[in-house]
């Protein structure tokens, strides 16, 4: 089952604020710890157990604000306390990414990282693992150095980022991957549309496979004021503090040269909003509680 899995590290993200659903989402029980499936697990522990599939348990590292350490231990089993990577303060996932791939780097040497937002939903998880594990074998084969992968849009979203591709990259060993032109932010309704008809347009799933070297040679170019600031693999609140709060997508994607795309589609959904959520509670059949728009409890 996790063959090919040596010098491969799931790197869990789940750190982020989730401020577009407040009240549901509070500082003290962010996202990720929302429960929001029929099997009543969180998103922190589908998104770990997904990706056990095809990694070990050993490898799987989750990062998240140190305020949450209880609620993580309580949500994870064991095996998964000592892979826990807890910032002191939240600083946005460039600074999360980079505090990884150096821990890794240092235990393992050339580590290559599969990067996962803890507070995402996806139906077809087999089909979107296999998409994971193409980009594994390309970061591996040296034939790009950054993957990301691509969603292809089934409305105009308006929430979510984009990545517009590029022509799909030939010569390459593994089919089905393209080179990517540039990364887009949260368009307006207009240009959604406009996204939805271009077919080169795709949603930006937020997942990225890399080799930790390759990471932070790129943090290291764009924002040297990251790699700076984190000389210890545990930072005090202090120097942590001192961390520029920029996402790994501002930091390096948009900036970085020839990254590489693997479309897809396997039901994904960025939980980002209380229409996503109503739509992926009601796929669940799952009751709630709703108020003026807004989802107050998850019964």
């Known amino acids: 089952m996790h063959n090919n899995a040596d010098g491969v590290y799931a790197v869990?993200?789940?750190?982020?604020?989730?401020?577009?659903?407040?009240?549901l989402s509070t500082d003290a029980k962010p996202k990720p710890f929302l429960s929001i499936t029929r099997d009543r697990k969180t998103m922190l522990r589908r998104t770990v157990d997904r990706?056990?599939?095809?990694?070990?348990?050993?490898?799987?590292?989750?990062?998240?604000?140190?305020?949450?350490?209880?609620?993580?231990?309580?949500?994870?089993?064991?095996?998964?306390w000592k892979n826990l990577v807890l910032e002191p303060v939240s600083r946005n996932t460039a600074p999360a990414i980079a505090l990884t791939a150096g821990i890794l780097e240092k235990k393992y040497g050339d580590a290559v990282m599969i990067v996962l937002p803890a507070d995402h939903y996806i139906e077809d998880e087999k089909r979107f693992l296999a998409f994971v594990k193409k980009g594994v074998r390309f970061v591996k084969r040296g034939e790009g150095s950054i993957v990301c992968l691509g969603v292809e849009p089934d409305f105009p979203a308006t929430g979510f980022g984009y990545i517009k591709t590029g022509r799909s990259k030939k010569g390459l060993k593994e089919k089905g991957v393209c080179e990517v032109d540039k990364f887009v932010e949260k368009p307006d309704l207009k240009t959604a549309k406009r996204y939805l008809k271009d077919k080169r347009y795709l949603w930006n799933v937020g997942t990225y496979i890399f080799k930790a070297s390759a990471i932070l040679r790129l943090i290291e170019e764009f924002v040297p004021e990251i790699t700076r600031l984190l000389i210890s693999p545990r930072p005090s609140k202090k120097e942590y503090g001192r961390m520029p709060e920029i996402s790994i997508d501002y930091a390096v994607m948009e900036r970085a040269r020839s990254i590489y795309c693997i479309?897809?589609?396997?039901?994904?959904?960025?939980?980002?909003?209380?229409?996503?959520?109503?739509?992926?509670?009601?796929?669940?059949?799952?009751?709630?509680?709703?108020?003026?728009?807004?989802?107050?409890?998850?019964?």
């Open 12 to 23: 869990i993200l789940a750190g982020g604020k989730g401020k577009r659903l407040r009240p």
């Open 51 to 80: 990706v056990r599939e095809i990694v070990p348990s050993r490898n799987v590292y989750v990062v998240a604000n140190s305020l949450h350490s209880s609620l993580l231990k309580k949500d994870l089993p064991r095996v998964y």
């Open 263 to 299: 479309p897809g589609s396997y039901g994904w959904q960025d939980v980002g909003s209380f229409e996503n959520l109503i739509d992926i509670l009601r796929r669940e059949s799952r009751e709630f509680v709703l108020k003026k728009g807004k989802v107050l409890k998850i019964l």
